[in-house]
């Protein structure tokens, strides 16, 4: 059983547009912002090849462009080790 505790991060620029010219429009609302998480997970190995985890990301500040929000996600998985 392994415990893990790390700190996620994003930035993204606004998203940007072109018209039916090809030129390029003025910023895409909602798009683009910060978000900084907390991102808790556990690893089991049950057996030497194979590892199970679930990790987390808890948003713990949010500047986000717009009317967007983030909210907090889980991701589970398996890992089998060929070599």
Do not use: C, M
């Given at each position: 059983l392994d415990l893990d505790l790390?700190?996620?991060?994003?930035?993204?620029?606004?998203?940007?547009?072109?018209?039916a010219t090809g030129?390029?429009?003025e910023r895409v609302p909602n798009t683009g912002g910060t978000v900084v998480s907390a991102a808790?997970?556990?690893?089991?190995?049950p057996t030497d090849d194979?590892?199970?985890?679930?990790?987390?990301?808890?948003p713990v500040?949010?500047?986000?462009?717009g009317e967007q929000n983030i909210?907090?996600?889980i991701t589970a998985g398996v890992?089998?080790?060929v070599l």
């Open positions: 790390g700190v996620d991060a994003r930035y993204a620029e606004a998203d940007t547009a072109t018209d030129a390029v429009v808790p997970g556990v690893y089991i190995n194979f590892w199970f985890f679930l990790r987390a990301q808890i500040y949010k500047h986000l462009f909210l907090p996600s890992q089998y080790l």
